[in-house]
């Protein structure tokens, strides 16, 4: 295509998750044309990432700081943890905006199929954590798959002895979700857990 | 979502062609988790683009060196230049491995709507190239729009006194296509050019 360098370039972004050779070509192309306005960006947000990249030492979030921006954040409320299987599980948490507490990483979720165990992930860090008291609510919030709700409940075991109150996300039909469309599962659980008209 | 850096990181992705809030979150999370394998050679891939990055001084293309690989490579043809509107398409005819020749990239096509005039392209540079003699067939590899033959006309028409053959890239049907699903145009195209059979 061109010089070595240029393909270097291309290789790199087609190997990001959603870009494929055709489209990273298209970005390569457009880095190279906006070099003010695209490339020096991206190389200086790169470098900035990298030099500062971090995991926090308390709940396994991902940031350019230690303790993390949401660990160190004092307006949030510390008697609540919401225990998720991965940090993008921790965005997605974060964009609702809903939840005012702490959070904790586990890096994962129990797979006896992938060779998985407790040990691999920081399910031991947490239950220290949560040890130490001032914690009301953990809410286990991993994802509603079989492996995610194995995690739920293994952490659950672990967390018996402890006076806190543990919760799950709530199951059931999906925002804008029609019954007709609905996987059986999802319905199952939707009306296993019915709630009175308010 | 997280801290500024992530942030910034995540919106120069956001920006690339292809890449949406979404997808450059997912992008961001990966490099986040893959430092050693995708952030640094992203980050090192980056850095020698950027400060080699050139323009041909020749014919236009966008290199880590000028003159650009094509234009130094003594294998190539020097008789033959084909002529594009932008280095996407001089890397789509590289791609096909079928010209051996030169090229002369425009910088864009003629176009009143957009206000782009001849004196706006490389046009003039094309010409010096030209009368300074040893090209013996130029290539007018327009994409074939509107105003790619409009482009392609108005340099049939500078290059006219020059002892040269000017050529353009064959309309017709595409590998794989079906005449009842052709649009018109290219149909009466593909008429007006067939050929004997052979």
Redesign the interface.
């Known amino acids: 295509?061109?010089?070595t360098?240029?393909d270097?370039?291309s290789?790199?972004?087609a190997?990001?998750?959603?870009?494929g050779p055709r489209?990273a070509?298209?970005?390569v192309?457009?880095?190279?044309?906006k070099?003010e306005g695209?490339?020096?960006?991206?190389?200086?947000?790169?470098?900035?990432?990298?030099e500062?990249?971090a995991t926090c030492s308390v709940c396994g979030?991902?940031?350019?700081?230690d303790p993390?921006?949401i660990c160190s954040d004092p307006r949030r409320d510390d008697r609540s943890i919401a225990v998720v299987e991965d940090?993008?599980d921790l965005?997605a948490l974060?964009?609702s905006r809903l939840f005012p507490g702490r959070f904790h990483v586990l890096g994962g979720r129990l797979s006896a199929l992938d060779g998985v165990r407790p040990e691999d992930l920081t399910i031991d860090r947490l239950v220290t954590r949560i040890s130490q008291g001032g914690v009301d609510e953990v809410v286990l919030a991993m994802n509603a798959t079989l492996e995610g709700q194995t995690t739920a409940h293994y952490i659950a075991d672990r967390l018996e002895n402890f006076p806190i109150r543990l919760t799950q996300l709530a199951h059931g039909l999906p925002v804008g979700g029609e019954l007709d469309y609905l996987d059986d599962g999802t319905l199952a659980q939707a009306l296993r857990a019915r709630r009175p008209v308010s």
């Open positions: 295509m061109a010089s360098e240029i270097a370039l290789q790199a972004l190997r990001l998750p959603g870009l489209s070509r298209r970005a192309l457009h880095l190279l044309k070099r695209a490339l020096i960006p991206l190389l200086r947000a790169l470098e900035s990432v990298n500062r990249l979030n991902v940031d350019t700081r993390c921006s940090v993008a965005w974060e964009r």
